[in-house]
């Protein structure tokens, strides 16, 4: 089944600098890439999102990318902000899985002052 | 407003107690979902129903019965209290051939 693997667990970025997580799938057949955010206390909330046909989305500050040859996809945020310091998710959607999400396991973005 | 919400918010209870988290979502939506998130953070789906369906029901222990009385609404219910169980339990919601999730706000549940 499909694995989903995200890296780093915890990145520290100084404020105004750009963020970068990784996350690589096992099935090459997934076709939608989600990330969500998951401020404390709060549910994960999507925020942004690729499908397969498309190799780089944006909206303002954020931007995915996806490599289907390698089987990895992105997050990039610029200009960070201390409102961008939350928990991020990746997901990947293999097909036939009822629109499941394999989850990654989380990326703790800090921000510092 | 719309949303997922999800009620209690914490619930503390002792070991072997038998214990319920409602969910109800307002937009319309036909797929709900209770996910389990431990203290690493891991996301860990348990159940999907759709239209009052089952439709995933993933490796969790019998002591775990969700129960859905109309698609708006998504109930867990928990028998036999174990530490284990202590987590942050969501519910959220989807509709059927779309990959958007709404996800409530969560329940802490800890059991002492």
């Known amino acids: 089944g499909e694995n989903v693997e995200q890296h780093p667990s915890t990145l520290s970025v100084q404020e105004g600098d750009s963020a970068v997580i990784k996350c690589t799938y096992s099935d090459s057949a997934s076709n939608y890439f989600p990330w969500y955010k998951q401020e404390l206390g709060k549910g994960p909330q999507l925020i942004i999102d690729?499908?397969?046909n498309v190799g780089e989305k944006k909206d303002q500050r954020i931007a995915v990318t996806l490599n289907k040859t390698a089987k990895h996809f992105s997050l990039h945020i610029t200009e960070t902000q201390p409102e961008d310091s939350a928990v991020y998710f990746c997901?990947?959607?293999?097909?036939?899985?009822?629109?499941?999400?394999?989850w990654g396991a989380g990326t703790k973005l800090i921000i510092k002052p | 407003d719309t949303a997922v919400s999800q009620t209690p918010k914490y619930l503390v209870t002792q070991m072997g107690n038998d214990k319920s988290i409602k969910c109800e979502q307002n937009?319309?939506?036909?797929?709900m979902y209770w996910y389990k998130q431990d203290s690493k953070k891991f996301l860990k789906i348990m159940f999907s129903?759709?239209?009052?369906?089952?439709?995933i029901n993933e490796t969790v222990p019998n002591r775990f019965s969700p129960k859905s009385p109309d698609k708006a609404h998504l109930n867990l219910h928990i028998n036999s209290l174990e530490l284990g169980d202590s987590a942050v339990y969501f519910c959220a919601s989807s509709l059927q051939g779309d990959y958007g999730y709404t996800f409530g706000s969560g329940t802490r549940l800890t059991v002492v």
């Open positions: 690729i499908r397969s």
């Open positions: 997901a990947a959607s293999p097909p036939g899985s009822n629109y499941q999400l394999i």
């Open positions: 129903y759709n239209n009052k369906e089952l439709i």
């Open positions: 937009l319309g939506h036909d797929t």
